[in-house]
């Protein structure tokens, strides 16, 4: 088991040539059979074995993970966390969400570096400035923090915007002190280690190829490293979902598609929270190292690939620039992207499926990297439980048939506008 991290275990190892430190995790080989199986080692997958263990006693319990863990979205996103959302069905869930990243570190006893430098969305009509009132009224409702500011008090805190704009004048802004950023990795390997700790075998190199079935029921998968049976199974592949579920002629209300990121070169100290603009999909923050992480919206069309294309980067660069004009002079020192799992209402799924012994975690668009807690959470609770827990409740995977949609943005059935 890896050793517990504190001020005693350091200053040990310091006396001792760092020679002391064991590995963070296990690197398990696949058993036959288990309770739970959770495929995906990304945030979420990681997340659930970890809270099956910790809150519902769960412990023969394996993440199957295709290549190296968080090397999916959990690692790829711009770790933006907030719980800054509209509807009864999304709110309390992602408020839930930023009270376990609040005790996260302590919980998980890895450092996440989870920094609550705010996010600031941006207001420049009178009518976006209403909508963002409604949105923190909602907010406050469901005991998160907003506090809706005027042009003069967001260029207190960020002088560098474009005020003046003639197209898009900022008016000013929806704050949440409480949101922020995550270190994306640490999220992944926090919880690998924790989960480890109480017993789950993290499987990595171990891609889920095809379903074992009998009388109808899912009980087990089979891998690049053979079969291996359970009696619960829970898919948390995000992009790679209608991949998965093909193979059980399961058809999702989910696409997949693309979306990139991007990091500039390092800069002193501008930014000092989460900005994102009204006016198109641009959201930008700092990293530690001094890089600007920005990003915008999807690529248009459905694709597994991890690599966007062209006209998202000229979107995101116009969106960037219309905001902070001086961006202009900065280098980009990267892009990449992921494959996001979009689903017709902008909102997610986790839920059981229609087929006995097959649970489903999915749907998370731009947002699961916030989600990464309460996904796991309510995923555990759902796995373990039989049933959603009162939080993923309106997460059901039934709601486009039933006209349950959880429409948060008011945009429409389209995942390229929401
Ligand atoms: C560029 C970008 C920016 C983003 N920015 C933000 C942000 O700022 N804030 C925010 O909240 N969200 C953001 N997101 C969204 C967020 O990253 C995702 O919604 C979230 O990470 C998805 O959950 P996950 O971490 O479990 O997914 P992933 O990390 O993708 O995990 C799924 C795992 O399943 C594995 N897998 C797939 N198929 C198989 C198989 N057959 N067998 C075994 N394993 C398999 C994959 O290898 C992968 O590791 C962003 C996403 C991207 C791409």
Not at 249 to 266: K, Y
Request: with cysteine.
């Amino acid at each position: 088991m890896s050793s517990r991290y504190s001020v005693f275990s350091l200053i040990a190892n310091a006396f001792s040539g760092q020679k002391g430190w064991t590995p963070a995790w296990r690197d398990a080989a696949p058993r036959p059979d288990y309770d739970v199986l959770v495929i995906g080692g990304g945030g979420h997958g990681l997340a659930t074995a970890y809270y099956l263990a910790k809150v519902h006693g769960i412990r023969n319990v394996a993440v199957l993970e295709k290549g190296t863990i968080g090397s999916g979205n959990a690692g790829r996103n711009t770790t933006i966390i907030r719980s800054n959302y509209l509807l009864p069905g999304n709110q309390p869930f992602y408020e839930w969400s930023m009270k376990l990243w609040e005790g996260l570190e302590q919980d998980l006893n890895y450092n996440a570096m989870v920094s609550q430098r705010g996010v600031l969305n941006l207001f420049h009509s009178d009518a976006q400035r209403d909508a963002f009132a409604r949105r923190g009224n909602s907010m406050r409702l469901s005991g998160a923090d907003s506090e809706l500011i005027d042009r003069d008090q967001v260029r207190a805190l960020a002088p560098f915007l474009n005020f003046d704009h003639a197209r898009f004048p900022i008016q000013g802004g929806l704050l949440q002190k409480r949101g922020g950023t995550a270190r994306h990795d640490a999220v992944v390997w926090g919880y690998a280690r924790a989960a480890d700790r109480l017993g789950v075998d993290i499987v990595q190199n171990c891609e889920v190829t095809g379903f074992i079935r009998e009388n109808g029921a899912v009980v087990g998968v089979e891998t690049t490293r053979g079969p291996v049976r359970a009696r619960k199974i829970g898919l948390a592949v995000a992009g790679s979902t209608s991949r998965l579920t093909r193979l059980l002629d399961l058809r999702l209300p989910i696409e997949s598609h693309v979306l990139t990121a991007f990091v500039s070169e390092g800069l002193k100290p501008v930014v000092p929270g989460v900005v994102t603009f009204g006016m198109g999909h641009f959201y930008v923050s700092q990293s530690d190292k001094g890089g600007l992480v920005f990003g915008g919206d999807i690529d248009g069309y459905n694709s597994y690939a991890q690599r966007g294309n062209l006209p998202v980067v000229e979107d995101v660069c116009e969106a960037a620039m219309a905001l902070m004009p001086q961006l202009g002079r900065l280098r980009v020192l990267r892009s990449w992207a992921g494959l996001m799992d979009m689903s017709m209402d902008g909102s997610p799924i986790i839920d059981r499926t229609p087929i006995p012994g097959l649970y489903l975690n999915c749907g998370w668009n731009y947002g699961g990297f916030k989600a990464t807690p309460a996904s796991g959470w309510c995923f555990a609770w759902t796995l373990a439980q039989d049933a959603p827990h009162a939080l993923n409740a309106a997460y059901r995977l039934d709601r486009s048939r039933t006209g349950h949609m959880i429409d948060e943005k008011g945009v429409g059935a389209q995942p390229n506008l929401h």
